[in-house]
């Protein structure tokens, strides 16, 4: 057979292959999509509780969505509450991270100083240890200064140490040319003007992941804000605290929908950055590391 | 090989020696700035600011001598009552008692030992800054007293203002990045390592009550490996499923996330974009809530267990003896079923980000590596094993190590999917508040939240430590050959 009837007449076999591929294709797919339907239709569902005999609901109805948005005084839902606290913390966290995080990449890849070397082996020796370890402490500390259970406690926690995750965008000033650096020097520029008017110019992949990285954590992290946030009082928490608080033992059947909507909601927002993050993330590694 | 691995050695032990002989440079300047400075340097040992003074660096003087005062200031009101207590941690036992004056109950004047330690810890961390600082300084009024005699340029406090923003730009720049982690990563950790030499749980609760030190029992209470132990049963347990989580989690998700991507991109797979899409969905639901959602969807009386019952997979699986029930299927409740199916639920949460980064490297893949290849006449698993698996190793190798590390803590998967589902059967390891499915991290802070059992989680915290700082050593030994981070500049 050559090549161009192969082409135009495509044979049996290559046929059954195409579709079986294509078979596994729609079944891995239906694998991932499958919960994801089920938490849209639970946000959809007439049913309070999580429906344990149908998949698809009975009726539909958007009373979740309603009760997420205009919770009234409701002790366990305080869904906006929640959004704007994650917000505000998203926010400074995301101001403050970002700042740490550049100034300390750009410290430690385009300057030299004696002490550069036993500062980035301290870091990964302190990257190595648990995360919560230290904010174990951290909580008592907080505590003496009245900032438990506070917002302003919160970005501390978050943005306090922030410096140590500078080993990305390190990486990514690593590829910008040394002699951009140079030819500003012979023109009169200090390492600030480097800094501010040449390097992070040339770093935007990296410093949209940083920002949006920070901006996304306390989106994202259950663990510090359930150590920060423990008085239990809802309007306090951030979303991934009070949605937790919603599908325990006492709350699940009453608030499962409820539950879902949230989920539905916040997954609209952070999807879009996360995919704007995503784009630039896998440009900053791969764009610095197939170099490197 | 060993020719490089003696050079190697060779390397590493010429950088101990250069930190040393520069922490005796550093001694040995101080000195000399002692011998060799005039009357105005000498007084800069009392006087932080006198040298600068001196030269007509008034401002810097002032500031260097306010900062003196402020810790002359600290030694009577915080360091020494604080130190003096850090031997015993405390002895006076918080009371109250009625006062027959105001007619109120008043505390007495009692000891707080978790502020005693943490107290001592920032007073041990001023007092070296504060030498090394003293140090400095000496050094620095003597180069100032050497620029005037040369008679050069004696920088003013303009200059230095100038400098700041130039060649020593790096302090500004990590200046407030390292008090943060000083105060909020570095003094906490130290003060949690020494808890785990401390008693302090729930029987010693500050303020009611005091802790001390009781040196290495809480790591023999730990490595007890008596079987009536219950926290070196578990720990033994709860060890070996962490390691066995962290390298299956890390690979399954490394491996199927490259094939999946492979197995879309290939030119015989139509509509690229849309098989993606699918698998980009679920990375829109942040994770804590897909892997909630997830935990009611297995549950023991949720929409999977309906399903099995009614097309009647559930009654075979009893009868063949897989579950002890014939009413569900303990998906996340039974230790059989809930590790494999915590590896499975973290590859559904996984595979997605590790696709897309896999696409991302594939794509990059130099073209004509592949099609020399396939000239040469090597099949498609040839050339996974030969070109695309070594290019994606040199790419992500080192992320690699960070995820196991990474999985060693990851709290999210384990803490959302068995927390309040998952109840141990055993009774040592309920005894030690851990479960069959508890990696040591979510054990450590289910004996904070439950247990308020500080001392052990201390410990436990200390070899997460060792346990990574292990793994992060070998891994990079055996990876990383040299510094390569300049070569491209």
């Known amino acids: 057979m050559t090549r161009a009837e192969h082409v135009n007449k495509p044979s049996r076999k290559k046929i059954v292959r195409l579709t079986i591929r294509h078979v596994v294709l729609a079944l891995f797919a239906a694998f991932w999509l499958i919960p994801i339907l089920w938490l849209v239709l639970n946000a959809f569902s007439v049913d309070k509780g999580p429906n344990l005999s149908h998949f698809f609901p009975q009726a539909f109805t958007l009373d979740h969505f309603r009760n997420i948005l205009l919770p009234g005084g409701d002790s366990v839902n305080q869904f906006p509450r929640w959004f704007m606290n994650t917000l505000i913390v998203g926010c400074f966290n995301c101001l403050i991270s970002s700042a740490f995080v550049l100034m300390v990449a750009y410290a430690m890849s385009c300057m030299r100083f004696k002490a550069r070397k036993p500062m980035m082996n301290v870091a990964i020796i302190l990257n190595l240890f648990p995360g919560f370890l230290s904010m174990i402490a951290v909580y008592f500390i907080l505590k003496e200064f009245g900032l438990t259970n506070s917002l302003t406690g919160l970005v501390i926690v978050y943005s306090a140490g922030s410096g140590l995750g500078y080993l990305i965008a390190k990486g990514f000033f690593d590829t910008i040319s040394k002699s951009l650096r140079e030819a500003a020097w012979i023109e009169g520029a200090n390492e600030f003007t480097v800094f501010w008017k040449i390097i992070l110019p040339l770093a935007k992949p990296i410093i949209v992941y940083t920002v949006i990285n920070a901006f996304l954590a306390p989106w994202m992290d259950f663990v510090m804000a359930s150590l920060m946030l423990n008085s239990g009082v809802s309007a306090q928490k951030t979303v991934a605290l009070g949605l937790f608080a919603m599908v325990d033992k006492v709350n699940r059947n009453n608030y499962f929908g409820e539950f879902c909507a949230g989920g539905v909601i916040v997954s609209i927002p952070i999807s879009i950055l996360f995919v704007i993050m995503q784009k630039f993330y896998v440009e900053g590694i791969t764009g610095g590391s197939v170099k490197g | ?489």
């Open chain 2, 1 to 489: 090989m060993s020719m490089m691995q003696q050079t190697k050695a060779r390397g590493r032990s010429s950088g101990l020696t250069r930190a040393f002989s520069s922490v005796g440079e550093f001694f040995a300047g101080t000195a000399e700035a002692f011998r060799k400075g005039d009357i105005w340097t000498r007084l800069s040992a009392l006087v932080c600011g006198a040298g600068f003074m001196a030269r007509g660096q008034i401002v810097k003087g002032i500031l260097k001598t306010l900062v003196e005062a402020l810790v002359i200031y600290l030694i009577p009101s915080f360091i020494v009552p604080n130190l003096s207590k850090f031997g015993t941690l405390g002895t006076v036992v918080a009371q109250k008692s009625f006062d027959p004056v105001t007619r109120k109950n008043v505390w007495n004047d009692y000891d707080n030992s978790f502020l005693i330690l943490l107290f001592s810890v920032m007073s041990l961390v001023l007092i070296i800054v504060a030498v090394v600082l003293w140090m400095k300084n000496m050094r620095a009024a003597y180069q100032v007293q050497r620029t005037q005699e040369r008679g050069k340029h004696v920088n003013s406090f303009r200059d230095d203002l100038d400098d700041l923003l130039g060649k020593r730009f790096h302090i500004t720049l990590l200046s407030l990045p390292t008090l943060g982690v000083v105060l909020l990563i570095i003094i906490p950790l130290i003060v949690m390592i020494l808890i785990a030499f401390t008693n302090y749980d729930h029987d010693h609760l500050p303020p009611n009550a005091l802790f001390t030190w009781v040196g290495l029992k809480n790591f023999r209470n730990l490595f007890n490996m008596s079987p009536e132990s219950s926290f070196g049963y578990s720990f033994a347990k709860v060890l070996s499923w962490t390691l066995v989580w962290a390298v299956m989690a890390t690979f399954t998700c490394f491996i199927l996330g490259i094939l999946m991507a492979m197995f879309i991109n290939n030119r015989n797979t139509m509509g690229k974009r849309f098989w993606r899409t699918c698998f980009m969905v679920t990375m829109a639901v942040p994770q804590f809530v897909s892997l909630l959602l997830v935990r009611n969807f297995f549950a023991n009386q949720g929409i999977v267990n309906t399903l099995c019952k009614n097309i009647g997979l559930t009654d075979w699986l009893f009868n063949i003896g897989a579950i002890p029930t014939a009413n569900y299927i303990p998906f996340l409740t039974n230790p059989a079923w809930a590790r494999p199916m915590i590896l499975l639920i973290n590859i559904w949460v996984g595979i997605p980000y590790q696709m897309l980064i896999a696409t991302g490297i594939l794509m990059n893949i130099p073209a004509d590596l592949t099609e020399a290849a396939r000239i040469d006449g090597a099949n498609a698993w040839q050339s996974f094993w030969h070109i695309t698996m070594p290019y994606i190793m040199f790419v992500m190798g080192p992320s690699l190590v960070n995820s196991v590390v990474g999985n060693i803590n990851n709290f999210n998967v384990i803490y959302l999917l068995s927390h309040d589902v998952y109840v141990t059967q055993n009774q040592l390891m309920a005894n030690a508040n851990a479960s069959e499915v508890d990696l040591l991290i979510t054990w450590l802070f289910g004996l904070t939240q439950d247990r308020q059992n500080y001392k052990m989680a201390s410990v436990i915290g200390i070899l997460v430590f060792v346990v990574c700082a292990i793994i992060t050593l070998v891994a990079f030994n055996r990876m990383i050959k040299g510094d390569k981070e300049e070569s491209f500049q």
